[in-house]
């Protein structure tokens, strides 16, 4: 106790804390009288005062003496009082150094005061001095009220995690903002000066303040054109999450304006008015949170830029804090109306796209250059199988080889600028951005840009520090495969012989080629014709092997080409420094410099025997024969990869584990896809994860993945698969085994090895086969399981192929939110993949489509659209009701259109009133951030999931369902109508998440009332199963539902079960005609309450059934419940402790 | 001022966990009697009566072997803690098992007091529990298990080599299980409860 009174004494609130504290003890010890208790507290409390006070006063001695004779009451009013002093000092040295330079002195600083944190340059000394200087305030302690700025020049990591509790919301900012602002002698922007390691997350908070004081600021400070020193402003705008949310209509006004901030207005501020205009079409409808949706449906923004809006828009969500939501797949939920927004431009949203995985692979070089080679062996498969056989022929039989090494001159760049004839003298770079912030990567620069020390693998800002007028194009990857595919058309052409190294890099064995004899001439062919069909110049080496052609293109570039004949070669290698040949890196070339080796002539000083020693067998062999000049690779070998995945770590930032088993089931189908692509199949998988280290920064690069901790599990299985749902579920369970917060990852990657070679994927066909027998079977649309692959190709390849695709994306991306479960979402795709019928509109989405949109919808559906809206209308009916009609006329098997329509009366009446009341209290529960608005849509096309099969499963033997493997059951019970599964479940799998139970059963209504049968008796307050047992007409129901409020409603049941035991005995038994409701609904209650405890709570499980058997004692009905849920209990605890509960009695 | 480093609600949860396991296991201990009762003296902790081992090798042990779990349990791995009693041929006789989920990905300031409200009824119900257990027969003697997610990476931290796999043997029948107590509260889950033999255990 004493520990924590010393500790807060520093804070002002320390009063607050301490009679907290204290209270607490209070409250707690109940053998103490409160009297004495209170007494020792003031004893306490004075003591731990003295004490502190007498250290401040020997600070502060020398200066003045009042504080001695201040009587103060505590500790509070103690620092008020020395805040006041330091004030007055600060005051008073302030008049004097503005009287004695006057002429410097401007009140530039006007209106600010400053609070250092920590250890600065220049010292808070100093800083201290410039504000005394130029009229602004330095405040000691920190004070939300009077601090404006917080200046400091690093933040540990855990005040940048709480950077709200740290800073209050104020701008935190470098010392060299008050520097520059004395030397420009005005008040700059503290924007651009904000800390580095915030300068991702502070932008949200500069952005809307920004804005929404600089009218005011305008009219008060014209010196100041943003002048962020407004500290109600702040404080108003930044108490809560919720209270920016409701300020943001208003911002709507002043966005107009902010395009007029002149003067100071930076790259941050164009992009934070960005930001707000974007938002303006959310704001309007009321829902800040979805702000990210609806965006680029509006704006062609760059790319990164536009990430970069997301990012800040995104921190307007109340509950994201520091922790940068980029990868939001997850914001994708519940939006149908974002991709039906904005297809046009999908490409440009990396986030909001839940296909990020794709579409990052679909912007990535490395990608670009990993995945060439399948298309490569796909173009030209009988030259790649055709010359090995040859090659080894003539091996043999001719001694002299030749070989020819061409390489495009840096192919990324000229490839884009060949259309560009004005630049080809100009220093341009390859980037997949530029955004002025300059964090990109340069990933390959033309000669004219080398010259000025630009290489790849450069920050943008740094090249352009070195060459400011460099031009920085965009990747264009059809450009590259075009200028590719011609490349190698031109190589084959001339020579049977080539093994490609990469997109732009070829070896060709020209041995045997009878072009008169001289590889050079050959040579200087091939590079002509590149030239010209191309646009891009090329290189080529010729030597006798590889390794030398390889090192001879080198000497050749740019755009020319070298012989070396082996009669030269030593002469070549002996000043050639090792770094040269291929092989050694960074880190063999230390080492080897560490001996002293420079050259390759210096490393033919060294033995074979000392080599291999020295850096093992295959290395050292290598160095030995490499610095010889001695090659034995043939050309045309390409090598078998061994392994097949994908890795991002690139913008990987998750909010929670769903958005990160979102993201891994996107990757798994990367990785399938690839499988599938090369034809193989793997039986050994890796996750690799990158954990962000412990003390790592927020990376330079942007959205980078910084220092990293690697990670991987790796696990096999007896047989090889491509298949997306194995992939699933074994990244998965991998993931499972890291235990790791996922807020730390910074990347994911999978890696398939082991691998075999698909033998016509018979195996995934069946299952596959068998799934879409079971939905074909209980689907009353026969067409649509036919159209089963096409719908997944559709799905996978293209996302804009006209409003369906988009439609069946949407659907899809909402049921992988309902329970991440991919064969679910795949049964929705099977379904949704033809044009979906009328009846299976969402009225809601309809309504809120833009026009153009509606109108093109219109037009397929034939014009019933605007008939079915308005029927809808005129009727005044919920978005509800559509959904629940449409799944009750797919139980009728009622398909066509007009038919849905007139069912659509008498269907209402029955179904609504259930329906609403289920959507109403489900959903909330469910969607984690889903707009009310969207909302609908979720159990619409989870009504349209579950109807599939209808009551097909009376047929189905649970015995039979046990016996059947994991996969196929969880298949089958996937497709099974929700209230039969319920019970099957509870005998086969216990763990249905109870949520996606709760929302499955809703849309069962079979009709008669015993067979509805609500599965979330607990949810809400008062649990539902109170309100049912108020209006039940059995007795002890009715009691119990009494008790519940008796009991404080604290829902949870032993409470209840307590007072409920002192009911005399003929109440429990009354009526004998509600028995098997009442026997039947207790059961259900039961069942559902320990599903609900199990996990976290066996000591209330232990109570009540205790409680119960006391009351089987006295009641028949209890008995019979007791022993009709009695061996699920039992179950429940084998399953998740390892053994039976044990109840005693103890009376 | 706020200027006190705020550790992670990871670590502060799992300090206080292992600080409370300590004195749990003290306490079970003392109510099994293994120990003279002269072996214990009553200490205040969290505001209730506890007893805490004087002798020096048996307060360390329990000490060490808490403190050694306090990276994995920081980690989320520890799952089950176990303070086994078993008889001469290492068969168990009673098992008090504490439960623990503590949440990774909590992420605000912990509020200390709550958690010690809840952690104080266990070390309360504890101390009145004795009725639940079993008599223990006359030269048993006891360890500390710790049951973990996933076995630990052996560099981890030197801590590890305190663990050792244990070589105490299991029932063959699931155990009856006796809740004692639970809590569940964000960011920490305890439940302790005790495991008996089931009836039909065979008998050696």
Redesign the interface.
């Known amino acids: 106790m004493s520990l924590d009174l010393s500790r807060s004494a520093n804070s002002s609130g320390s009063q607050r804390s301490k009679r907290g504290f204290n209270n607490n003890n209070n409250s707690t010890s109940s053998n103490r009288s409160s009297n004495s208790n209170d007494s020792n507290k003031k004893k306490k409390v004075s003591q731990k005062t003295l004490g502190v006070a007498w250290g401040a006063n020997s600070i502060s001695s020398s200066r003045s003496s009042s504080f001695r004779k201040s009587p103060f009451s505590d500790f509070g009013s103690y620092m008020v009082e020395k805040n006041r002093k330091l004030q007055n000092q600060f005051d008073v040295e302030a008049s004097a150094s503005s009287h004695s330079d006057s002429g410097s002195g401007k009140p530039i600083f006007h209106g600010v005061s400053i609070f250092v944190d920590g250890f600065t340059v220049p010292s808070s000394q100093e800083l201290r001095g410039y504000m005394l200087k130029h009229g602004g305030r330095l405040e000691n302690y920190f004070s939300r009220r009077r601090v404006t700025h917080i200046i400091c020049s690093n933040l540990p990591d855990s005040k940048i995690k709480n950077l709200r509790s740290f800073s209050g919301g104020l701008p935190v900012v470098k010392p060299m903002w008050i520097l520059d602002s004395v030397a420009a002698n005005k008040l700059l922007s503290w924007v651009p000066y904000q800390l580095d390691q915030l300068a991702n997350n502070q932008p949200k908070l500069s952005a809307f303040f920004a804005l929404k004081s600089s009218p005011q600021s305008q009219d008060a400070l014209p010196c100041a054109p943003v002048c962020p020193g407004n500290p109600e402003a702040e404080d108003s705008s930044f108490k809560g999450g919720t209270s920016v949310d409701a300020s943001f209509s208003d911002v709507g006004e002043p966005v107009e304006h902010s395009g007029l901030i002149s003067g100071e207005s930076n790259n941050l501020m164009n992009k934070n008015s960005n930001v707000s205009l974007l938002e303006e079409p959310a704001s309007s409808c009321g829902k800040p949170s979805e702000v990210t949706m609806t965006k680029p449906s509006n704006f062609d923004v760059e790319d990164e830029s536009s990430v970069r809006n997301e990012l800040q828009s995104s921190h307007y969500q109340p509950s994201a804090l520091v922790s940068s939501n980029f990868m939001d797949i997850h914001n994708m939920k519940g939006s149908p109306s974002s991709t039906v927004g904005g297809p046009s431009n999908q490409h440009h949203s990396t986030l909001e796209d839940p296909n990020f995985v794709e579409n990052y692979f679909k912007n990535s070089r490395l990608h670009f250059i990993g995945t060439w080679r399948n298309r490569y062996r796909k173009r030209f498969p009988s030259f790649s199988n055709g010359f090995k056989f040859t090659s080894s022929n003539t091996k043999a039989s001719a001694p002299k080889t030749a070989v020819i090494h061409v390489d495009m001159d840096c192919f990324f760049v000229s490839v884009v600028i060949r259309s560009h004839p004005e630049m080809q003298d100009k220093p341009v770079a390859v980037c997949h951005s530029d955004n002025p912030k300059g964090t990109a990567e340069i990933s390959s620069a033309n000669y004219p840009a080398r010259d000025y020390g630009v290489r790849a693998g450069m920050f943008v800002r740094d090249a352009k520090a070195l060459c400011p007028h460099l031009v920085i194009f965009p990747y264009n990857f059809e450009a590259y495969e075009e200028v590719a595919d011609q490349f190698y058309n031109i190589l084959h052409k001339h020579c049977n012989k080539v093994q490609a190294v990469s997109c732009d890099e070829a070896f060709l064995d020209v041995t045997d080629t009878d072009t008169e004899g001289d590889p050079q001439l050959l040579a200087s062919t091939i590079r002509k014709e590149i030239l010209e069909t191309t646009g891009c110049t090329a290189s080529a080496g010729i030597a006798e092997n590889m390794l030398m052609a390889r090192l001879a293109t080198r000497t050749a570039k740019p755009d020319g080409q070298c012989c070396i004949p082996p009669e030269r070669a030593d002469d070549y290698l002996s000043q050639l420094p090792i770094k040269a040949l291929p092989g050694i890196g960074h880190v063999l070339e230390e080492k080897l410099k560490k001996q002293n080796v420079w050259t390759c002539g210096q490393l033919r000083m060294i033995s074979k025997d000392s080599l291999q020693k020295d850096f093992g067998t295959k290395t050292g062999e290598m160095l030995w024969n490499y610095s010889r000049g001695v090659d034995n690779r043939l050309v045309g070998v390409i090598q078998e990869s061994k392994s097949i995945g994908a890795e991002v770590n690139w913008g990987v930032r998750f909010k929670d584990v769903k958005d990160c088993q979102n993201f891994l089931s996107n990757l798994c189908k990367e990785v399938s896809l690839r499988l599938q692509g090369c034809g193989v199949k793997g039986r050994t998988f890796t996750l690799k994860i990158k954990k962000r280290r412990k003390d790592a920064e927020e990376p330079a690069k942007y959205m980078g993945c910084g220092e990293c901790e690697n990670l991987s599990h790796s696990t096999t299985v007896p047989v090889a698969t491509d298949d997306v749902e194995v992939l699933q579920r074994i990244s998965k369970q991998l993931f499972g085994t890291f235990h790791l917060d996922v807020k730390e990852i910074r990347g994911l990657g999978l890696q398939v090895s082991r691998l075999e070679s698909a033998d016509n994927s018979k195996q995934a066909f069946e299952r596959n086969s068998l799934k879409s027998w079971l939905i074909s079977a209980s689907a009353s649309t026969k067409e649509l399981w036919s159209n089963d692959s096409t719908a997944k190709d559709r799905f996978n390849i293209g996302q804009g192929d006209g409003v369906s695709g988009q439609t069946c994306a949407n659907s899809v991306g909402l049921s992988i939110e309902m329970d991440n479960n991919m064969s679910d979402s795949e049964a929705c795709l099977n379904q949704v993949s033809e044009l979906p019928p009328l009846c299976h509109l969402d009225m809601g989405v309809l309504e809120s489509l833009p026009p153009e949109l509606f109108s093109e919808l219109n037009e397929i559906y034939g014009r019933k659209l605007v008939d079915l809206i308005a029927k809808n209308k005129g009727k005044s009916v919920s978005i509800s009701g559509s959904s629940s009609t449409h799944s009750h006329a797919r139980v009728e098997g009622a398909m066509n259109e007009g038919q849905a329509v007139l069912l659509f009366d008498p269907v209402l009446h029955n179904e609504i009133p259930v329906e609403k009341k289920h959507i109403s209290e489900e959903v909330p529960a469910v969607l984690v951030s889903g707009a009310e608005s969207y909302s609908v849509a979720i159990p619409a096309s989870c009504l349209e999931k579950t109807d599939l099969m209808p009551s097909s499963l009376s047929q189905v033997d649970v015995t039979v369902l046990q016996q059947l493997p994991e996969e196929l059951k969880a298949d089958i019970l996937e497709v099974l109508p929700a209230h039969r599964r319920q019970d099957v479940s509870s005998n086969v799998l216990s763990e249905v998440p109870l949520e996606s139970k709760g929302i499955k059963t809703t849309e069962n209504h079979s009709g008669s009332k015993d067979s509805v049968l609500d599965n979330n008796l607990w949810a809400g307050t008062p649990p539902q199963w109170v309100d049912k047992f108020k209006v039940s007409n059995c007795l002890i129901l009715n009691i119990l539902a009494e008790m519940y409020y008796e009991a404080g409603s604290t829902g949870n049941l032993s409470p209840i079960l307590q007072r409920a035991i002192s009911v005399p005995k003929h109440q429990l038994d009354a009526s004998q005609d509600g028995w098997d409701e009442a026997a039947h609904i207790l059961r259900e209650l039961l069942k559902q309450y320990i599903k609900l405890k199990i996990e976290f709570d066996i000591e209330e499980i232990y109570v009540c059934f205790c409680l119960l058997k006391r009351f089987a004692m006295k009641s028949e009905l209890f008995l019979h419940v007791y022993t009709d849920v009695f061996p699920y209990l039992q179950a429940s605890f084998g399953e998740n402790y390892g053994g039976n509960l044990h109840i005693s009695l103890k009376d | 001022?706020?200027?006190?480093?705020?550790?992670s609600p990871q670590g502060e949860t799992a300090r206080i966990l292992v600080e409370f396991l300590e004195v749990a296991i003290s306490s079970i201990v003392f109510l099994k009697g293994v120990y003279p009762a002269g072996a214990f003296e009553r200490r205040r902790y969290m505001?209730v009566v506890v007893q805490r081992a004087r002798h020096p090798q048996l307060r360390d042990y329990i000490h060490s072997a808490v403190s050694a779990l306090l990276p994995f349990i920081q980690?989320?791995?520890v799952e089950r803690v176990a303070v086994i009693f078993f008889d001469i041929d290492c068969i168990p006789v009673e098992r008090f098992v504490f439960?623990l989920?503590v949440n990774?990905?909590y992420?605000s300031?912990l509020e200390e007091?709550d958690l010690e409200?809840s952690l104080?009824s266990f070390l309360i119900k504890l101390s009145v529990s004795e009725?639940l257990t079993r008599v223990l027969p006359h030269d048993c003697r006891w360890e500390i298990t710790a049951y973990f997610?996933?076995l630990p990476q052996a560099s981890t931290s030197k801590d590890a080599e305190l663990w050792i796999p244990s070589d105490t043997r299991l029932w063959q029948q699931?155990?009856?299980?006796?809740?004692?107590?639970?809590m569940?509260s964000e960011p920490l889950?305890v439940?302790l409860?005790l495991?008996?033999p089931?009836s039909c255990e065979p008998k050696p």
């Open positions: 001022m706020e200027r006190r480093d705020i550790q505001n980690k989320g791995l439960k989920t990774q990905s992420g300031k007091a409200f104080r009725s997610r996933s699931p155990p009856l299980l006796t809740p004692i107590k639970s569940n889950c439940q409860y495991e008996h089931s």
